[in-house]
Structures are given as structure tokens and as C-alpha cells.
């Protein structure tokens, strides 16, 4: 049965807008929504999940962050659904509904910033907020067909935003167009407005693309032109990461069962990222909401309810472990990527899954993403998800990513390769 494409039904709406509008607000004239983990004064969060808006309060005060894009001249339309308790990359919420992906209306928006998403790609607003812990802005980008930025960890403001897992949460926030992209970038990052610096090197990860399920002549040479075309042939160099991983973050041997290691489908190294991410991830989670779960016992969905049991009863084993994988990760990718390099990976292996799935079967699915995911996750570097048109009628993209604190630099990438990528799209979609 067809779905009936409301697309703004996922959305709380308001109006909030800068007290003094200029002409010359750099986001003047603009739209945006924010995800419902951000505060709005007046506005209880819910946080996707009713039993917690039940057992909160309305904000007293308005997250920096959404004060920052109204300063810009932006005028914020409404708040958007999300998945519970931001756990999931899904998504699907039982409670408030599904945000009706506008690219593919039988598949799963992406999560835990689904709404956000949906009203940037479903041309509700120019631009949205959302939050990205382990993929919440990267997965919906790609799964809804427009632009997603993750940020360094640490370089947006947090505050007055729920966090979920603080050694991973950042704020970031889409757009379909990369100007309108790069000028919220600058409003949220607070950087100058620079000249843009050509890449030293774009690396392409080939292990990782190998991992992908998409056609490498409709994601990795799709960028590879265009690059080439830009920049020229002598920038694009090649690497097996999984293997640079291994034998550069020497913790990780803390996180590589035997089960990994046998597993067909996935790189060990970066399966055994994902394992300390999501460890490190459970603990904190544990830490900021194991009391209030086991008091409220909230109405939770199939897969989150599972995932946020799990993290409470966690025993926080091997966590000294999960912050030198964080520290030897970052050291290790700055000193390959260097100031001006760029690393290439699929946003994620595969097109959105159907609505609806069984969580048991998405979790080979999601091991494969977290891989990938975990790559910026633990190292605190910058992503930005960029689509690619179309494959076999489902939206695909690929990533970039930078060393922390680069992300200007990386913005400005988006902004130069943004028009070939778009020529190489049509040209393979031929």
C-alpha cells in the first residue's frame, strides 16, 4: 500500500526567528528545523520518546546552537521527529511515526536525526540541525539523498543538547545545497570565511569501497573523476585502511574476538573500531540514563528497547582500552592524512534497508555500517556525507572526511567538487 507522503507531519511546528533580521545575516532569508534532542526555550525535548518528555520539564533556555543559526538570520520552523533516545540509525519511532524518506518512500529514512533529514530532502527548509554520536547525521544524509556534516568532536557547542554518549556526540546539521552548507558551517564552527586551499592528497580507501555493496564505477570512480578532473590524477592516492589500522592503533587488539576475524563481511580492524566505539558508547549511555531507565522503565521500540537494556547492564570492561584506541586513531589518521589530505570511504556499505525490517537481520547490515561509521566516530575527524544520484532507484554517497579541526578546510572541498561530482553522476547514471 502506498504511503501518504505528510512529510511534514514529523514535524512540531513553531516560528522562531532572529529579533533584528538583516539583509546582511549570512543565513538571512533561510529556513531550518532542529532535531528534538535540541532545547528551545518553552519547548519540552522530548527526545523522541514520550515516557521522557512526560518526566521533563520545558526548557528554560535555547541550545547555543540553534541560537547561533537565528543570530545568522535563519528563522527556525519547528522541531522534528527522531529515533528514541538517539539510539538507533534507523529512523523508524513506534511512538510519533516514521519520517517518509523522500527518495524512497518504502525504505528507512536513517536515524537518529530521521526528521531533520526528511524536511531538508523533502524541501520543507533550507537547512536542519541534527546530532551525530555514531552516524545519526551521516546515515540519514546519505539514506534521504542530501549533504550531511559531521563535525570535529568538540567543535560545536553541545550545550543544551541531550547527549547520548559524550565521547562521540557531535552537533551537525544538512543541507541539499553546498553553499547553504558551508555558511551554516561557519555560523556553527564560528571560523572566518577563508579562501579555499587545494587538497594535498585525497586517499582512496579501497578496502572500505570494497566493502560496499554499490557498483565502484557508481561511488569510488564517480569521485575518482572528479577529483582528477578538479585537482588533477597526481592527488589521488590509494590504501588498504583496515590494514593501516591494524597495525597503527595497537589497542584495538583488545576489541578482535575470533568471531571478527572469521567474519567474511567485514574488515577485522575496523569491526574491532566499531566494538570499541560502541563499548565506550554503552558505558556512557549507561552512566547518563541507566537510573532514569530503570526507574521510568520507558515504552521503548523493537531494537532500541534491546540496545538500551544491553547498555545498561553493561560492565564497563576494558574502557581505559576504548579512550587509547580514541587517542592512537587520531594520531595515527593526522599523521597520514596530514593538514590538507582527505580520506574517501562509502557514507555506508549499502542503499536503506525496507521499512520495517527485523532488527535481527539488520545486524550484519549494521556491523557493516558501524565499521565504516566508527572511522570518524573514534577519531574525532570531520565527515561530510555527499550524494551520488541514484542506484537501482535508491539513493547512494560517499564520504570525506578530515583531521580534526579542519573542518572549514573541508567545507570548502565540498563547495569546489560539488558541480563535476554531479556531472560524473549523470554521465554514470547513463
Known amino acids: 500500500m502506498a504511503r501518504d507522503l505528510d512529510y511534514g507531519a514529523f514535524m512540531d511546528k513553531f516560528v522562531i526567528e532572529t529579533t533584528s533580521p538583516s539583509r546582511d545575516q549570512p543565513l538571512h532569508g533561510l529556513t531550518c528545523a532542529v532535531k528534538d534532542i535540541f532545547d528551545v526555550e518553552g519547548y519540552v525535548t522530548g527526545f523522541g520518546n514520550p515516557d521522557w518528555a512526560r518526566t521533563h520539564s520545558a526548557a528554560t533556555s535555547t541550545a547555543p546552537a540553534v541560537l547561533a543559526v537565528l543570530r545568522g538570520g535563519a ?21 510519533y511515526g516514521t519520517p517518509i524518506n523522500p527518495c524512497a518512500p518504502d525504505r528507512v529514512p536513517g536515524g537518529s536525526s530521521s526528521g531533520s533529514a526528511v524536511a531538508v530532502g523533502a524541501t520543507l527548509v533550507d537547512f536542519s540541525l541534527g546530532t551525530d554520536t555514531g552516524g545519526s547525521v551521516r546515515v540519514p544524509a546519505s539514506y534521504c539523498g542530501i549533504l550531511g556534516f559531521r563535525p570535529s568532536h568538540d567543535a560545536v557547542p553541545s550545550a543544551g543538547v541531550i547527549p547520548l554518549a559524550q565521547s562521540f556526540d557531535t552537533v551537525g546539521w544538512f543541507a541539499r545545497d553546498p553553499v547553504i552548507l558551508s555558511r551554516v558551517g561557519h555560523i556553527l564552527l564560528q571560523s572566518p570565511v577563508t579562501n579555499p586551499v587545494k587538497p594535498s592528497q585525497i586517499i582512496i580507501a579501497e578496502d572500505c569501497f570494497q566493502l560496499s555493496g554499490i557498483p565502484n564505477d557508481r561511488l569510488g570512480q564517480v569521485l575518482v573523476k572528479s577529483v582528477e578532473k578538479i585537482y588533477g590524477d597526481h592527488i589521488v592516492k590509494h590504501t588498504v585502511l583496515g590494514d593501516f589500522v591494524e597495525d597503527k592503533v595497537p589497542s584495538l587488539k583488545h576489541f578482535m574476538s575470533t568471531e571478527i576475524k572469521e567474519q567474511q563481511y567485514n574488515i577485522p580492524s575496523l569491526a574491532a573500531l566499531s566494538n570499541a566505539m560502541r563499548s565506550l558508547e554503552r558505558y556512557e549511555f549507561k552512566d547518563n540514563y541507566g537510573e532514569w531507565v530503570t526507574t521510568v522503565k520507558p515504552d521503548l521500540g523493537p531494537g532500541i528497547s534491546e540496545r538500551v537494556w544491553e547498555a545498561v547492564r553493561t560492565t564497563g570492561e ?13 594520531a595515527a589518521l593526522a599523521t597520514l592524512l596530514q593538514d590538507f589530505g582527505i580520506l574517501a570511504i562509502p557514507t555506508v556499505p549499502e542503499p536503506p534497508p525496507k521499512l520495517q525490517t527485523d532488527p535481527k537481520t539488520l545486524e550484519i547490515f549494521r556491523a557493516k555500517a558501524f565499521s565504516l561509521l566508527s572511522i570518524a566516530g573514534v577519531s574525532g575527524f570531520c565527515q561530510v556525507s555527499i550524494p551520488l544520484g541514484m542506484h537501482d532507484n535508491l539513493p547512494i554517497a560517499v564520504s570525506l572526511l578530515a583531521k580534526q579541526g579542519s573542518d572549514a578546510f573541508l567545507l570548502n572541498v565540498v563547495e569546489s567538487l560539488y558541480d563535476t561530482l554531479k556531472e560524473q553522476v549523470e554521465i554514470a547514471e547513463k
Open 75 to 95: 528563522t527556525c520552523v519547528g522541531k522534528t521527529v527522531m529515533d528514541e533516545m538517539a539510539y538507533s540509525i534507523n529512523g523508524e519511532n513506534i511512538h
Open 318 to 330: 576494558n574502557i581505559d582500552a576504548c579512550h587509547s584506541v580514541k587517542t592512537e586513531l587520531n
